[in-house]
């Protein structure tokens, strides 16, 4: 009894607290009126939640020590209000014409966490009109939440499609790296949208991270996640936490912002633009807010994002706009990660450790889409614990197109001076996926990307020492023997030999004979540069002929001119022919040289190969 009778005594001592502040100041909250805060600051009382019906404060009456109030997610789903202090413009802060409102927050929630990464686009309204969204912060370390409004007539803009022209000059044009040279110091930028993503690994993050930042995206890993089968009953209102999805499915990646404006069709939120390419087409989802982290540094929300209601289809320079009901066209991914082998003498029911398959979607944008591809393709061969600065990865899989023929994607990964397996695979993807979704004639429609990865527990490198001739004479027609000499990493050299045929219709006289890995071929047989000039077919089929890295190929280099046109070589052009290709020649269309390639022959190597020989035949 006497506990229960503390704890009454103490829950009575705390609300008297409460009561008693308010009394000794008038009791002016019960009525309505003002209250005294800091700094001299009297704050109103604000409604619990938005105007149900919208209506503008225009940006023309907008005057220094007007009072406002703002609505965000704190904690939950539901808004909460915080009082706003209008302290004037900033004139063509935003651009030539286009004011920001200055604006310092008050309560004890804002005071405490300060500006928010995920508060941008929090609704802001005076006199129950709402006059524009919480976008902007001053510099890292502000010891006050001094934030930027946007004003709501720019962002209708983008309702009204009358801002297109404004962002078009940026869209499809990948913003600069923000240098962080001069970081920290007063400047207003655009507040932080925090980017969610679970099962990334905080490795992962801080070797990708950069990419996001520069587009005012703050990797945020761990703190969050995705549940898109949870539903989530409350409407998306004003003041309500909203995500644009970057991947979903095993893995998962989307920004949070904060919603301005609904009406039945669509909605305005964040106040500046998360990537400002213009067109974009993202899935819109619902989200929770877990829990507001204060930190001078980077305050932020930590946010799991649910339901997908829409999707964002514009990232402009005042806002991103989302449509509800739309569904936002995304690419399937599946990729297969096989372990290494069982140690022998290690039983296999020892090894918890098995074949895995993640499936995930990414988003169809060409500027974020290979990023994104690029960090989900580099966790999955984290998955299965097996990494590891020794381990090898065999690669294999294609990239599914419509109307094109599948884009083959297969080598053999292994640590070099620069960089682990890890990233080498990761990379050779990027560069297949990239050459085809950055083609500049055509944008193609990537239908399916599906990997298989086969982790090898040791470094499968191997360099090419030295090659020679069964013989250094033949004549055409005859067949010669090619022996070279590969040295693994930290192996014994062993020899290879590759059986191959001199053409017929070659020419008397000496003849080059190179022995190489198959990037030397593919320089040989390509033009640098040649797929961004080119059509989707013919960027297609260049890169299905990219030869293999773990193979040893030996090329004749015959005594006849050779085009490189279009990424394609034709072989013994005749001189005449050879003129009339000068005008490409010079405007740099075409590559021509004295000597034709010709594919004589190759034997696996069972490592990656790197290096060349050149060795000379005489033909008679």
């Known amino acids: 009894m006497d506990g229960v009778k503390t704890r009454l005594c103490m829950a009575g001592l705390m609300a008297g607290w409460v009561l008693g502040s308010s009394a000794l100041l008038g009791g002016p909250w019960a009525a309505g009126q003002a209250v005294s805060g800091t700094g001299g600051w009297t704050a109103v009382a604000a409604p619990s939640v938005a105007p149900a019906v919208t209506q503008f404060f225009p940006l023309a009456e907008v005057r220094r020590g007007m009072r406002g109030v703002a609505y965000t997610v704190f904690e939950g789903v539901n808004p909460e209000p915080m009082q706003v202090e209008i302290l004037g413009l900033l004139k063509d802060a935003l651009g030539p014409g286009q004011d920001m409102i200055l604006a310092r927050l008050h309560g004890d929630k804002p005071e405490y966490t300060g500006v928010v990464a995920g508060m941008s686009g929090s609704p802001v309204y005076i006199d129950g009109r709402l006059v524009g969204a919480l976008s902007y912060r001053i510099g890292q370390f502000s010891k006050e939440p001094i934030a930027g409004i946007t004003p709501i007539e720019s962002m209708l803009q983008v309702r009204d499609e009358d801002g297109a022209a404004a962002g078009m000059k940026l869209a499809g044009v990948k913003l600069p790296e923000v240098s962080r040279e001069f970081e920290g110091q007063p400047e207003m930028r655009a507040m ?199 381990l090898s990865y065999r690669l294999s899989g294609e990239i599914d197109l419509k109307g094109q023929p599948p884009v083959a994607m297969q080598g053999l990964m292994a640590q070099n001076e620069l960089n682990p397996a890890t990233i080498n695979a990761a990379l050779l993807v990027n560069d297949r996926f990239s050459k085809v979704y950055g083609n500049a004639l055509d944008q193609p429609v990537v239908t399916g990307v599906k990997l298989r990865v086969e982790a090898i527990p040791a470094r499968m490198s191997a360099v090419l020492e030295s090659a020679r001739l069964s013989r250094m004479e033949a004549r055409a027609g005859d067949e010669i023997e090619v022996e070279a000499m590969v040295h693994p990493y930290q192996g014994e050299a062993r020899m290879v030999r590759v059986k191959v045929r001199v053409p017929k219709d070659v020419s008397a006289g000496p003849m080059r004979v190179v022995v190489s890995d198959g990037a030397t071929v593919d320089r040989l047989t390509t033009k640098a540069g040649a797929e961004r000039s080119v059509g989707l077919a013919d960027t297609v089929s260049a890169l299905n002929r990219i030869h293999e890295n773990d193979r040893v190929y030996v090329t004749l280099l015959n005594h006849s001119a050779q085009a490189v046109l279009e990424g394609e070589a034709l072989t013994e052009v005749p001189l005449s022919m050879a003129n009339v290709f000068e005008p490409l020649k010079e405007a740099q269309k075409m590559q021509l040289t004295g000597e034709s390639v010709v594919a004589a022959g190759s034997v696996e190597a069972g490592y990656a190969v790197s290096g060349y020989q050149v060795l000379n035949l005489v033909v008679r």
């Open 192 to 390: 932080e949208t925090p980017l969610v993503m679970g099962g990334f690994s905080q490795e992962t993050v801080e070797r990708f991270g950069d990419r996001f930042r520069a587009m005012g995206l703050t990797p945020v890993v761990g703190l969050g996640g995705a549940d898109s089968a949870a539903v989530q009953p409350e409407p998306l209102v004003p003041g309500s936490a909203v995500s644009a999805v970057l991947v979903r499915g095993d893995l998962s990646m989307a920004g949070t912002c904060t919603v301005t404006y609904v009406d039945p069709k669509r909605l305005l939120a964040c106040g500046h633009p998360i990537t400002q390419y213009g067109p974009v087409d993202m899935p819109m989802t619902k989200a929770t807010v877990l829990a507001s982290l204060a930190s001078p540094l980077n305050a932020f929300k930590i946010i799991n994002t649910t339901e997908t209601v829409g999707a964002f289809t514009e990232d402009r320079a005042s806002a991103i706009m989302g449509r509800f009901g739309v569904e936002a066209r995304m690419i399937p991914v599946e990729v297969e990660v096989v372990p290494p082998p069982v140690e022998k003498g290690v039983p296999a029911k020892a090894v918890s450790v098995k074949t895995r398959t993640l499936r995930f979607e990414v988003l169809d944008n060409r500027q974020l889409t290979p990023s994104a591809m690029l960090v989900s393709v580099y966790q999955c061969m984290q998955t299965n614990n097996t990494a590891a600065e020794e």
